[in-house]
Structure formats: structure tokens, C-alpha cells
């Protein structure tokens, strides 16, 4: 990366403002329990490459309905793990039109595109150190070869890392170890936000982190993601139900409908409130 950008400032508390500067708050949507940054690809992208390689370490997480619904039950320890991120972004064309019907702006920014609008741009130093977190040797194979990456290191931690804090400790010392400019996370959430918690209070690992699921499966060809028509319409998640209807009917079909009734119990108390603000 080139240029440079303003340490991280860390929250006090899970209540407490992230900030993106010393001097100024963090700007942001207050929405369905998060603090969204409502930013889109083109501008996570500037802010990402505008921070210096050395500053300490910030991160970048990408809550969609999955993650929306999973926090609406989660422990301190996750929701702050979301809370505390440098940029929280809307990885959701879902959550944007409910947003929209809310009466807010939150355009949907896929951590898939942010990934791939990062690795794309000659601006990225290719010859940078990048750690991958997850995945596997055929994965960052087609890394290197695609986006012709020549310090990729990789680290594939074990199975339940959230529950094993040995596990938890070596992919936070490995990340450390690495001296990466940029780490992609890429062991599903909530794994992933927790070890980007875990790097960024310990302070000794510097660039960025980028929490991004299944992102790079998609950019290699792993997984096929849904044609551009059904992204804009919102249908992808239809379409990763129908590409693996085994492993995701849950998710879509039971979990992922109970974000309405966590919008319509959000939508009440706005309405409530706005009577208040404008009195």
C-alpha cells in the first residue's frame, strides 16, 4: 500500500465511538444493533490503501443478514469484536433495501467486490506481505497466479478456533510473525472478527484486516458467484442456496428469515423515537 493514514483509535468500550482519526468521531448508520459506515467499494478502497503499511493494526468487517441475525444473540465478546472495527460495512444488497425502507442509506458494499477491487489495483505493492488466514494451498495457488502476488504467506488454523484459545493464540502470533501489510480473514464469522479483535488489542501486528468469508473462493473459481442481474437484485443468496442447497438451506431458509422480525422490532423503536428528535 501507499500513502499514509492515521493510527487506529481503539474503543474504551463496546458503547464508545470507533474513530478513524485522532481528532474526529467516527461518522456512521446506526442500524439493527450496528454501527455501519456507509461506504462503497470505491471509498473503503481509497481509505484501505491510504493507511500507512506500518500503522497499527485496523480491520474491516462486512456484517450481511447471517451476521446481523447471529449478533442479535450474541455474546459481549463478538459484539465487540464488531464494534470496535476500524470500518463496519454493509455486505448486504438485503440489509441496504431495508435500510432504504427504514429511511436510511447503507449501500451495500460485498466484502467479495472489496477484495477483488484491492487485489486488482496497481496501487497494491505486489510484492507487499500478504497473509491469508483459512483456506488452502489450491486457494492461494490461484492467488498468486491471478493476481501475480509474490509474498503471499498463509496460515490455516484448526477447527473450533473460538473455542480453543491455543488455537486462537497461534493464528494471532502467526499473523504477528508475518509482517503483513494486509491479512485476509477468511475462517467465517465469527472467527474472523474475533481474531481481528484479538490482533488489534494486542498492538504489535500493523496494516490492514480484512474480514471477508468466502470472498476469495470467489475470486479463484472455488465457488461461482451469482451473475451480476441477481446481485443487483438482491437474489445472491438465492443463488448460493441453489449452488449448495445442502450446506445453506438452513441459513437462507430458517436462520436468515428471522431478520425480519429483528427490522420490524428496529422500525418500531425508530418510529418511536422520531417524535422525540423532532420536538
Same mark, same amino acid.
Request: net charge positive; with cysteine; hydrophobic share 45%.
Given at each position: ?83 470496535? @472495527?476500524? &470500518?463496519?460495512? %454493509? ?6 433495501? *431495508?435500510?432504504?425502507? $427504514? =429511511? /436510511? ?91 481481528? @479483535?484479538? &490482533?488489534?488489542? %494486542? ?6 484486516? *480484512?474480514?471477508?468469508? $468466502? =470472498? /476469495? ?63
Amino acid at each position: 500500500m501507499q500513502g499514509k493514514g492515521d493510527p487506529m483509535q481503539h474503543a474504551a468500550s463496546a458503547s464508545a465511538s470507533v474513530q478513524v482519526s485522532p481528532n474526529a468521531e467516527r461518522a456512521g448508520t446506526q442500524f439493527l444493533g450496528l454501527r455501519f459506515d456507509p461506504l462503497m467499494t470505491q471509498e473503503i478502497l481509497e481509505r484501505v490503501l491510504a493507511r500507512a503499511p506500518l500503522a497499527p493494526f485496523a480491520y474491516v468487517v462486512t456484517p450481511n443478514v447471517d451476521h446481523v441475525v447471529r449478533l442479535s444473540g450474541a455474546t459481549p465478546e463478538v459484539m465487540r469484536a464488531y464494534r470496535d @472495527a476500524w &470500518l463496519c460495512v %454493509n455486505d448486504s444488497r438485503v440489509l441496504e433495501r *431495508l435500510a432504504d425502507a $427504514a =429511511g /436510511l442509506s447503507l449501500p451495500a458494499a460485498p466484502g467479495s467486490d472489496l477484495v477483488a477491487a484491492l487485489l486488482d489495483d496497481p496501487r497494491l505493492d505486489r510484492d507487499a506481505p500478504i497473509m491469508v488466514v483459512g483456506g488452502d494451498e489450491k486457494l492461494l495457488d490461484g492467488l498468486r497466479a491471478r493476481y501475480g502476488l509474490t509474498r503471499l504467506m498463509h496460515h490455516v488454523p484448526e477447527m473450533g478456533m473460538r473455542h480453543k484459545p491455543e488455537v486462537m493464540a497461534q493464528a494471532v502470533a502467526a499473523v504477528e510473525a508475518s509482517g503483513a501489510q494486509v491479512t485476509l480473514l477468511a475462517v467465517g464469522s465469527p472467527q474472523q472478527e474475533l481474531l481481528a @479483535a484479538a &490482533l488489534a488489542e %494486542n498492538g504489535r501486528a500493523g496494516g490492514v484486516g *480484512l474480514c471477508i468469508g $468466502a =470472498g /476469495l473462493e470467489f475470486l479463484v473459481g472455488a465457488k461461482k458467484r451469482a451473475p451480476g442481474f441477481m446481485q443487483r437484485m438482491g437474489l445472491e443468496w438465492a443463488f448460493r442456496l441453489m449452488s449448495e442447497p445442502r450446506r445453506l438451506w438452513r441459513r437462507y431458509l430458517v436462520d436468515g428469515i428471522r431478520i425480519f422480525p429483528i427490522f420490524i422490532a428496529e422500525w418500531s423503536r425508530m418510529r418511536v423515537r422520531r417524535p422525540e428528535a423532532t420536538s
